[in-house]
């Protein structure tokens, strides 16, 4: 029994060992303005670390250049390895101890939801969350800012191409089972519906299915001339790499995850040529030239050296922009509440993203804090390179 | 080592009145630490404390019994998903709804001891892996527990008293904890204990002995499948969410690590090994903040690594420490415990 | 009916490399009685060494390979030398968290050095490549680790029944004191078969890594060979790799004909099945306990 005790005593004495801190401040100084962001720098879903990579190139570059009002932006981005628990004891740890202005991106559903109710108790501003999904604006919260497009939309602008525009007529679905595949699944079923057809196959599958054969077998039983795929960009280049193998030959469709053509062209050495994806942002060698200047003053001086210019690493510049603006417009006098106020009045900022609007807090419209209901169709030609099928459009 | 004279000496809670005042000395000081303490330091207590529950049953199954189980995750998943769902779908009290989802876990326990019978080595521990990740995926499937979307968690209210912050979880927290920990430590002095304590050194001597295996053995699964059931059920407010992703093969994993580096078969031993791991496991992820290794490994990286990948050193780390504990210490921090107080009993010779 | 062939053609050629990892599995259990944790990561570290190899040195793929098998190989030596001989008293749990740890560190070098992007390893055979018979196809790349899945079982069974090492690592596993009186030394046998067992584990993961490569790819694969070493019965090689090949092939038949949810679930749920009934395994010898 005396072990018992002593042992619980030492063990407890040492989570004593640190210095209790300070209280937790607004985030705000004089001179500095405290962000944070948590990503996957480790785990299965690491390789989209580099949003909060490509976030903190931005803020480098921001810094250089004068900073926000004479504010410098003080970055802290952990690593929550796709645990929700880690991010839950890391957003606390950082807006306790430290104490953050406000949160950019942040990548994945599951960690997002675990902090989102917190954030809201204490109306911490959010913009930004790197997922496209219904979970942050059903119901809309006065402190969280969602850009990217939603994916229920971008699945129903790629199904309303294929059937309009390219007369498709058996159209299947391969989708991840999870909420983000979910959702594009629903997405594209909705648009079916509303045409009048159904989806000839659904085709689950799980994140760690190393071995797609019997899918894609099944997507080939299903004789589909058209496969929306939804799902992590290993799994989309296997099921193109198979489908070719087994003689499978439909037009492939998929979501903006996958529209890094460099990078796909590369991991399937040469397959995904044909492939249409829609896209959250101008494409890596589109020429833009916002696009161009980021690259040259953000990518090329600040990434680390084996960091590979793709849309994840802008992605996280994209989804932090309409913030960067928002603290621009408050001028010196940065509060939480004038912050929210300014980002409310952001109507139809263009970053290289998609077009971001935002409306006066009102419960009941999502798209007072969704602010991007945009995307654009590229197809993957020869080399990577991408050839523009429509333009930015409006889908509701 | 501490020599006991009868019975009722070897089952005393408290063996002397010196004892008893270091033990109120704890209860006090863990009671009155959230109040000078961070936030975050409480949110770190309670998932300390939660993974201590679910140890010390799993210390009762590999440590007492001799089984293993790499399926824990399950019973923790249930006891998550069966107090969220009993709460927020059947409405009932957090108070009621907890012990029940728990001894859904130790029926599944209990089904899950039946195959172990039979079972050995690492025999049991892919059935009890596949009983883990089967349960999972089931979760998953159904529509009634959110799917893949997942769950949020309701607020608890105890008798209309609505605990919506960390501390006032702690409170509760530490209090179902030290109670578990209590009813633990009575079990293993009973026969009960004993029963397992023969299973696991010579199980069928045991069974001529007139010890029932059969009962027994998957009692003990059912027990431990109880303690995690209870751990998930708080576990599940500690986090206000819960997905079936959460539920993955490597907590499996790491419950085990953290009984084994902890300890076997010893109840102290369960609790350092969990309060070790859980601490590295969330304070690891800041390894460059370290004054002069932080800037060492950056530079380290840049020339011979690659930066974007450093966070990984985390686990190199873990898994180093796993390793030098179970190297140089087979019966893990207990028996380094052990061994001090053997030198300082022995000291000055 | 061309589907059912297809999806047991599908499932051989998938059962290959779960009976690749499930061979390297059974030897160290045979020697050290540890079910090896780390074998997919000691894979995993050979196959990223190889990639690097390839494209940072340019070295031709055939000194690449082999220089890659000597790596895996002096991993495995290294591994048992420093680590598993030093632990004192080993239980079986102890091994297993020394195991893990192992997996843990070797896991977060691959990911510190290479970063967690998915890589391409340049394979002189293409991973789609396939050859076509009828409506059935068959990749190249799974029939290379078809063939050589049955070559190497044939080739270890032949040497561990026949061949005077073979005997000397059976005598090492039934009574490693006897072992020792009538002079095997029985360190040198841990290491051999440790290496050997690193060796298999490295063919595996180089036939894998054409399809995708990125520092967790060896997770499913290692777990699958684990539940077919298990349903197999620990201690026999011909045994891992038959019930290898029943789970590729069932799984493949579920996942074709009744759900394809849960089809990573069935494997374990039959092998939980199996075990039942024959809790040895399938092909082990009775498993006599001592009392």
């Known amino acids: ?396 | 080592m501490d020599m006991k004279r009868d019975y009722y000496e070897d089952v005393q809670l408290f063996t002397s009145k010196v004892i008893s005042f270091w033990f109120i000395l704890l209860i006090a000081f863990l009671y009155l630490f959230p109040l000078f303490v961070d936030n975050y330091y409480i949110y770190v207590a309670n998932y300390i404390a939660i993974n201590i529950i679910v140890v010390t049953g799993l210390n009762l199954l590999v440590g007492y019994t001799g089984q293993i189980s790499l399926g824990h995750a399950g019973f923790f998943a249930i006891g998550a998903y069966g107090t969220v769902t009993l709460m927020a779908k059947a409405g009932f009290p957090f108070l009621l709804a907890l012990p029940c989802s728990a001894l859904i876990a130790a029926g599944f326990g209990f089904l899950l001891g039946l195959p172990a019978l039979r079972l050995e080595g690492p025999y049991l521990a892919i059935a009890t892996l596949g009983f883990g990740l089967t349960i999972t995926q089931i979760i998953g499937r159904m529509e009634i527990f959110g799917g893949r979307e997942g769950l949020h968690t309701p607020d608890i209210t105890i008798f209309s008293y609505v605990i919506d912050t960390d501390k006032e979880f702690y409170f509760l927290l530490i209090s179902l904890t030290i109670v578990l920990l209590f009813c633990m430590r009575n079990l293993i002095k009973t026969r009960v204990g004993r029963a397992f304590i023969a299973i696991r050194d010579a199980d069928i001597a045991a069974q001529t002995t007139g010890v029932n295996i059969l009962y027994y053995k998957t009692l003990a699964f059912a027990i431990s499948a109880f303690y995690a059931g209870i751990a998930g059920g708080l576990y599940a407010f500690v986090l206000n969410f819960i997905e079936p992703e959460i539920f993955t093969l490597m907590m499996s994993i790491m419950f085990l690590a953290m009984v084994v580096v902890g300890g076997l078969g010893s109840i102290m031993g369960s609790i350092t090994g969990a309060i070790l791991l859980c601490w590295l496991d969330l304070k690891l992820r800041n390894i460059l903040d370290i004054p002069y290794i932080g800037d060492w490994l950056e530079t380290l990286s840049q020339s011979w690594f690659s930066i974007t990948g450093v966070s990984n050193i985390q686990f190199i780390v873990f898994g180093s420490i796993m390793i030098l504990i179970m190297l140089f210490e087979p019966l893990g921090l207990y028996g380094v415990w052990i061994r001090t107080k053997k030198y300082w009993r022995t000291w000055p010779f | 009916m061309i589907d059912f062939i297809q999806m047991i053609v599908s499932g051989i050629a998938v059962g290959s490399s779960y009976a690749l990892m499930g061979l390297a599995m059974v030897i160290i259990y045979k020697t050290s009685e540890v079910p090896n944790f780390a074998q997919g990561e000691m894979a995993l570290i050979t196959s990223f060494f190889a990639m690097m190899m390839l494209t940072t040195f340019n070295m031709p793929v055939y000194i690449a390979f082999f220089l890659a098998f000597v790596f895996a190989v002096a991993l495995g030596c290294f591994l048992e030398f420093a680590i598993l001989r030093r632990a004192k008293e080993p239980n079986v749990l102890g091994m297993i968290v020394i195991t893990i740890g192992i997996e843990m560190v070797l896991l977060g070098f691959v990911s510190w050095k290479f970063g967690a992007d998915q890589k391409v390893m340049p394979f002189p055979i293409g991973p789609y490549d396939s050859f076509i018979i009828g409506d059935i196809f068959i990749g190249k790349l799974e029939l290379l680790t078809l063939v050589t899945a049955l070559l190497l079982m044939i080739i270890l069974f032949l040497f561990f029944k026949y061949s005077k090492i073979g005997l000397a690592v059976k005598a090492t596993q039934q009574n490693s004191v006897a072992a020792k009186i009538v002079g095997i030394r029985t360190n040198r046998i841990l290491m051999m078969t440790w290496g050997i067992s690193s060796l298999v584990g490295a063919v595996a993961g180089l036939l894998i890594s054409p399809v995708m490569m990125h520092p967790y790819m060896m997770w499913d694969p290692m777990l699958k060979g684990f539940a077919a070493a298990v349903m197999g019965g620990m201690t026999s090689l011909p045994g891992a790799v038959v019930a290898a090949y029943m789970l590729g092939i069932i799984e493949h038949l579920f996942g074709g004909y009744i759900s394809i949810e849960f089809k990573s679930v069935v494997a374990f749920v039959i092998i939980v099945a199996v075990l039942c009934i024959k809790p040895s395994g399938l092909f082990a010898r009775h498993y006599v306990k001592k009392v």
Request: charged letters at 20%.
């Open chain 1, 1 to 396: 029994m005396k072990k018992l005790i002593l042992a619980l005593f030492i063990s407890l004495a040492f989570l004593l060992s640190f210095t209790p801190n300070i209280f937790a401040e607004e985030g705000v100084t004089d001179t500095e303005i405290h962000l944070g962001q948590w990503g996957p720098q480790t785990g299965p879903a690491a390789a989209w670390g580099n949003v909060a990579r490509g976030t903190g190139g931005y803020f480098q570059w921001i810094n250089e250049n004068g900073g926000i009002h004479g504010r410098k932006i003080v970055y802290h981005m952990f690593d929550d390895g796709y645990n929700p628990a880690k991010t839950k004891a890391g957003v606390k740890e950082l807006q306790e101890g430290t104490g953050i202005f406000a949160w950019a991106c942040g990548v994945g559903t599951s960690p997002g939801l675990a902090v989102r109710d917190y954030l809201a108790e204490k109306n911490i501003p959010w913009v930004g969350p790197a997922a496209g999904s219904m979970h942050w604006i059903t119901p809309p919260q006065k402190n969280l800012f969602a850009v990217y497009p939603l994916y229920i939309a971008e699945a129903k602008a790629l199904v309303k191409y294929a059937i309009e525009k390219m007369g498709k007529k058996r159209i299947a679905i391969a989708y991840l089972n999870d909420e983000y595949g979910k959702n594009g699944l629903r997405g594209a079923i909705s648009e079916l519906k509303a045409h009048g057809m159904e989806a000839v196959a659904q085709v689950p599958m799980e994140a760690k299915d190393s071995d797609l054969k019997p899918h894609v077998m099944q997507l080939r039983k299903s004789k589909a001339d058209m496969v929306l795929m939804w799902t992590t960009v290993g799994h989309s280049a296997r099921i193109v790499g198979i489908s070719k193998a087994m003689q499978f030959a439909p037009q492939f469709m998929s979501t903006s995850t996958t529209s890094d053509f460099p990078f796909m062209m590369h991991i399937t050495k040469g397959l995904w040529e044909g492939v249409i994806t829609g896209t959250f942002g101008e494409l890596p060698d589109s020429g833009y030239p916002l696009l161009e200047k980021y690259k040259k003053e953000v990518f090329d001086k600040y990434a680390a050296k084996e960091e590979r210019w793709g849309m994840f690493y802008y992605a996280g510049i994209i989804f932090t922009e309409p913030m960067i603006e928002g603290l621009k417009n408050c001028g010196r006098n940065l509060t939480r509440e004038r912050f929210i106020a300014e980002m409310e009045k952001i109507k139809g900022f263009k970053g290289i993203g998609p077009e971001v609007s935002y409306k006066p807090f009102d419960k009941n419209d999502i798209y007072s804090r969704q602010g991007t209901s945009q995307t654009f169709l590229v197809q993957c030609m020869a080399e990577g390179k991408a050839k523009k099928l429509t333009d930015w459009m409006d889908i509701k």
